[in-house]
């Protein structure tokens, strides 16, 4: 049997919230690299940059179930004053739907934000998973290597 149609259309943050939670709790650790400390989502910061106009939510629904989400933050770039790029936060998909709705996310995305100007993605991947290879294989370049280290006191360890 066909899998149902996925739609993404954009949401708001303030909509998707109590539906994202569950994926969020369920996913968070699995791809965080630091799963030891505690995920306290002060959710006022989401909703004060969607209202700036610097949030976009993209929601995955299949028979108007949340599957998946990709949120990014909008803005002007600093260095390059004519571009303006997007920042992936965060892009789950409720498991075991990742294969088909990861990648449509990142499709739908990219026209949607190209749609009100964007010029200029970044994703954020997680060394050894699959999703900086799919990355690749949509076009876009490995620019940058993160390193992240935890100061001071470690809430949750």
Not at 33 to 45: S, Y
Not at 117 to 135: C, D, K, Q
Request: proline share 7%; charged share 25%; hydrophobic share 40%.
């Amino acid at each position: 049997r066909e899998a149902p149609p996925v739609i993404i259309l954009r949401e708001r943050a303030q909509d998707l919230w109590a539906e994202a939670m569950p994926i969020i709790d369920q996913t968070w650790r699995l791809y965080d690299p630091f799963p030891e400390l505690e995920l306290d989502i002060d959710q006022e910061v989401y909703y004060r940059a969607e209202d700036a106009g610097n949030l976009r939510c993209y929601a995955a629904r299949e028979n108007r179930e949340l599957v998946g989400y990709a949120v990014f933050l909008v803005s002007q770039s600093p260095r390059r004053r004519y571009l303006v790029h997007a920042q992936h936060d965060i892009l789950h998909a409720k498991p075991p739907h990742g294969p088909r709705v990861v990648p449509a996310l990142v499709r739908y995305s990219e026209r949607a934000l190209q749609a009100e100007g964007v010029n200029l993605i970044y994703h954020a991947s997680p060394i050894g998973g699959r999703f900086g290879e799919l990355l690749e294989l949509m076009g876009y370049k490995a620019v940058n290597t993160l390193h992240a280290k935890v100061l001071g006191e470690r809430k949750g360890a």
